[in-house]
């Protein structure tokens, strides 16, 4: 999880590497990209959102492959990944995160509320969770957004470590 420290802490990391970040949401709907521009001096590293709630957008504006949506649905790993590809593509970053699930209140395209997918691609690599989130919408859209953020700061902690135990084996 992702509190407002880590996450400043996270965009220093990016300025400090000269990365950019960028989101593809679904079930957030705009608010993973809100939290991040919380955060002054984030213009530095955020280079924006695209909000594709329908799954017709994550086609047309991100790419994901239309092919992949009927066989699946929104609700997929591979979608995930596609999203955040696709926001990097479009948006010219370097890092994308996205977010794809259900918030419920009911169950939707076969899964139950909960059920929902983070991914990030890019720079920091790629990889993808899938979380089963309990509570309300708003808790589940919450969720999804801590998680999302958490994936990235891990991501880059990742490389950090990484890069210091290739330094220290050289």
């Given at each position: 999880?992702?509190?407002?420290?880590?996450?400043?802490?996270?965009?220093?990391?990016?300025?400090?590497?000269?990365?950019?970040?960028?989101?593809?949401?679904?079930?957030?709907?705009?608010?993973?990209?809100?939290?991040?521009?919380?955060?002054?001096?984030?213009?530095?590293?955020?280079?924006?959102?695209?909000?594709?709630?329908?799954?017709?957008?994550?086609?047309?504006?991100?790419?994901?492959?239309?092919?992949?949506?009927?066989?699946?649905?929104?609700?997929?790993?591979?979608?995930?990944?596609?999203?955040?590809?696709?926001?990097?593509?479009?948006?010219?970053?370097?890092?994308?995160?996205?977010?794809?699930?259900?918030?419920?209140?009911?169950?939707?395209?076969?899964?139950?509320?909960?059920?929902?997918?983070?991914a990030i691609s890019g720079a920091l690599g790629e990889r993808a969770e899938l979380l089963a989130?309990?509570?309300?919408?708003?808790?589940?859209?919450?969720?999804?957004?801590?998680?999302?953020?958490?994936?990235?700061?891990?991501?880059?902690?990742?490389?950090?470590?990484?890069?210091?135990?290739?330094?220290?084996?050289?």
């Amino acid at each position: 999880m992702a509190d407002g420290e880590e996450l400043r802490r996270t965009v220093e990391a990016l300025k400090a590497r000269g990365l950019t970040l960028c989101c593809a949401e679904s079930l957030t709907g705009g608010a993973l990209a809100s939290r991040i521009v919380n955060v002054p001096g984030v213009s530095a590293v955020f280079r924006g959102a695209v909000v594709s709630y329908a799954t017709d957008v994550k086609a047309s504006v991100l790419g994901v492959s239309q092919n992949q949506l009927d066989e699946t649905g929104p609700v997929d790993e591979t979608v995930a990944r596609q999203m955040a590809r696709g926001a990097c593509r479009v948006l010219a970053a370097d890092v994308g995160v996205a977010t794809t699930g259900v918030a419920g209140p009911g169950p939707a395209d076969g899964h139950p509320a909960g059920t929902v997918w983070i991914a990030i691609s890019g720079a920091l690599g790629e990889r993808a969770e899938l979380l089963a989130l309990d509570g309300s919408r708003t808790e589940i859209r919450e969720g999804a957004v801590q998680c999302a953020l958490g994936l990235v700061a891990r991501a880059l902690d990742d490389v950090v470590t990484n890069t210091k135990s290739n330094l220290l084996q050289e």
